[in-house]
């Protein structure tokens, strides 16, 4: 099979000892240790169409790779094929239109690095080299989402293979059903080649402001900080990690730094600080600033929760934990709302638009010793807040299965995007995902 596939392939086959095959079914999280018996490393949409005929004549599980940062590695098959696509990472900015047409391969710095050549932007993650791919598929938040909504509120179109191996077309006005997927579902749907992004003038500038309060003494200014969080204007998203015994609470700012540090009086009332930064920075030094703290080669799990409201009770419990539990996770929060909550919630797959704040409560540690303490406690931290949560992000859900898929969708959107999926995907092809399993 694999000569076969070579041969019409304008990409490369890889097996078990060739050269590149253990860089290619590496991802974010090493914990993920698994061989794919192919993978299919993809140069064109053509290409794509033939990787997956391919793997349904051999009854194959595929996965599809993009960036690798999926927590529970759903690219990389055991003993199936991945159909590798981060040779397909191209992005074509058109700046008269303020349009962005990127490959289903694409990073986010990518994406970003082309359209800050012309001050432009997108909605993407906070790390750069997190796939286009799978996040925009989820939905997408960033910094840039209070003023212009999800990433995925920013796609136009999407080129599409399907699993019966068919390019179509997704808009509002081709194949609208699937164009409303797309935007929330997950991979489910299809194997995206082509994004179109709706690009935004944003200038070049940034400011991130950080005050760290010892996590003992945090709980008070936590409540100020979410009070601040309520007006705040669309330029600002609030975010807070506790960390090390650390709380940090802060804002991050897209646009002029000026107005940016108009917040900050209002801000200095929330406490007094161990220590405060306030950094002028740029856009793109922005997206890659946690890079690194997020980077690649440690073992990771994390657990998700969307909250309605941060009320006190919550507050209290999210830094109770983070005091007193035995290796307690990281934890992030981000502040949703703006143009996010704008996009009336029927217009997509994406379900979670009343969302106030996002929480990750994320281990990462590099000792295989520690697998079993370390998931057990992020677990263990995560559920002393369920009762509170309104719901999960599809992508930041990890190994909850099905029950995590009914967190990340209300009933009658997953009734809606069943169909879909009995719809472009009966045989439940593309399942290797958060999948929404068929009818039959
Ligand atoms: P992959 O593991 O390559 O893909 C994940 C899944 O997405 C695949 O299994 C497949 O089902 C699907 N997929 C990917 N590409 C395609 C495609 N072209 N066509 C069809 N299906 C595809 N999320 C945010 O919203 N905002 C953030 O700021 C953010 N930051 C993150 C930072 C880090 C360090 C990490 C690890 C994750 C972050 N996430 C964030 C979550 C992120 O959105 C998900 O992990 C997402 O799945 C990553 O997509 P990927 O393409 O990198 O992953």
Redesign the pocket.
Known sequence: MTTDLSAILDGQVLTRGDAGYDEART???AMIDRYPRLIVRCHSVRDVVTAIHAARAAELEI?????????V???VPEDGMMID?TAMGEVVVDPLRQRARVQ??AMLGALDLAAQAHGLATTA???S???????T??????WLARQYGL?CDNVVSFEVVTAAGEVLRASETEHPDLFWGLRGG??NF????EFEFRLHPIGTQALTVAYDFPIDHAAPAFRGWRDLSVGAPRAATFEATISGGIATLGYVWVGDPAEGRALLPSLDRIGTPAAKRVLDTTYLALQQR?DTV?GHAFRRYWKGHYFAELSDELIDIIVEGALTQTMAPNVGLQAYGGAIADVPDADTAFGQRSTAFELVAAARWTDPGEDEVRIAAARAYAATMDSYASGA?V??LNDEGIAGVRRAYPADKLARLTALKDAYDPHNV?R??QNIPPTR
Request: contains cysteine.
């Open positions: 991802v974010w999280n996965g599809v790779r993009c960036g690798g940062h999926s927590v590695g759903h690219a696509l289903g391969g993650g906070n790390v080299h997190t796939g286009v791919g799978g996040l598929l989820g939905g997408g938040m960033g990433s997950g991979g299809g194997i995206v080649t946690d997020d992000y992508n930041a593309f290797l995902n």
